[in-house]
């Protein structure tokens, strides 16, 4: 089990950022673009090898972003349209969202029902932070593409309104 504290750094520009660890050192670099279409971010592990790379789809009614991991496999992760609440669908990975993704509270689950992670919201703090929960370390890589994609979906949001 690792668990994972992401503070929500986005900036309509280029954004680089860390995330950490349990121990508050660093297990991830969030790189995003500056001014490239299509939007990307580049994740890095704490040793700087490329985790994975997340592209914003450009011309899309609803927020779409290709992740590809550095294993070679790819998936999309789609916003639903929805009026009440946030959706958001995946394909390729045999996993499942349960729970509030608007909120930032949710659980990913794999075919077997088993809950790989967890993601919070932490309400402790003045900025938008969240705990990120790994149960299976094999998902780590994986989680922390999907949270960084949906926490950037989030941002838009709250700075259109």
Known sequence: MKTFLVKQKFRLGGERFAIKDDRGEIAYQVEGSFFKIPKTFTIYDANGEQVSQITKTFLTFMPQFKIKL??????????????????????????????????????????QDQMVAEITEDIFHLTSTYQVTVYDEAYADLVISLCVAIDYVEMLESQSH
């Open 70 to 111: 550095s294993d070679g496999t790819s998936f999309y992760i789609r916003q639903k349209f929805t009026i009440f609440r946030d959706k958001y669908e995946f394909d390729q990975q045999g996993l499942r969202v349960e729970g509030d993704i608007w909120d930032l509270n949710f659980c990913l689950l794999d075919e």
